[in-house]
């Protein structure tokens, strides 16, 4: 099955500077790469996601990029604000079907 | 609100218990997914319906079933229940196959405690 790993799991950053959190995952066939959010005691929530037939996809300050051939995919958020502090998940799937998560990211923003 | 409700929102029973979760997806979507969230780890895949049939499954115990109703609500059955099975259990719903892989939308989770 697809295995996904991601880095770091934890990181602290200073408002307004950049945060990247990055994802490796295993099976060629996965074509769908969502980030997710999820504050403390919530729900999962879509942030941004990414297809394989895209290289890179920004949202205002979030981006995520995706290397086909290294398998591997980023999100980038920039100009981060304490609001973003929460666990970031990416997760990779095979056409919609299994969704499989990484171990998620502590975010950290310091004021 | 994501539109996807599950219910309880707090389970609390002993071992060697069966309990039964509760999910109705988002109007209109057809596929739902169910995950397993235990204390400071990530979100497990356990097993995915399409419009009342199983689509694909992931690391689902055996002691644990699903199904997925006409009126498409699903329903996740945990039995035998151990300690380690105290987690934060997640549904989520999409419009499924035919929109192609698109945004799952998670419903507030169910907490099961197991003493």
């Known amino acids: 099955g697809e295995n996904v790993e991601q880095h770091p799991s934890t990181l602290s950053v200073q408002e307004g500077d950049s945060a990247v959190i990055k994802c490796t995952y295993s099976?060629?066939?996965?074509?769908?790469f969502p980030w997710y959010k999820q504050e403390l005691g919530k729900r999962p929530q879509l942030i941004i996601d990414i297809r394989s037939n895209v290289g890179e996809k920004k949202d205002q300050r979030i981006a995520v990029t995706l290397n086909k051939t290294a398998k591997h995919f980023s999100l980038h958020i920039t100009e981060t604000q304490p609001e973003d502090s929460a666990v970031y998940f990416c997760?990779?799937?095979?056409?919609?079907?299994?969704?499989?998560f990484g171990t998620g990211t502590s975010l950290t923003v310091i004021p | 609100d994501s539109g996807v409700t599950q219910t309880p929102k707090h389970l609390i029973t002993a071992t060697g218990q069966r309990v039964t979760l509760r999910c109705s997806p988002r109007s209109g979507d057809l596929s739902v997914y169910w995950y397993q969230q235990s204390l400071d780890q990530g979100l497990q895949f356990l097993i995915q319906y399409y419009n009342g049939e199983e689509r694909a499954k992931g690391n689902i115990l055996e002691r644990f079933s699903a199904q997925q109703f006409p009126d498409l609500h699903s329903e996740l059955n945990l039995s035998s229940l151990e300690l380690g099975d105290s987690a934060l259990y997640f549904c989520a719903s999409s419009v499924g196959e035919a929109g192609g892989p698109g945004e799952q939308f998670f419903g507030p989770g169910t907490r099961l405690t197991v003493l």
């Open positions: 099976d060629s066939a996965s074509n769908y």
């Open positions: 997760a990779a799937s095979i056409k919609g079907n299994q969704f499989y």
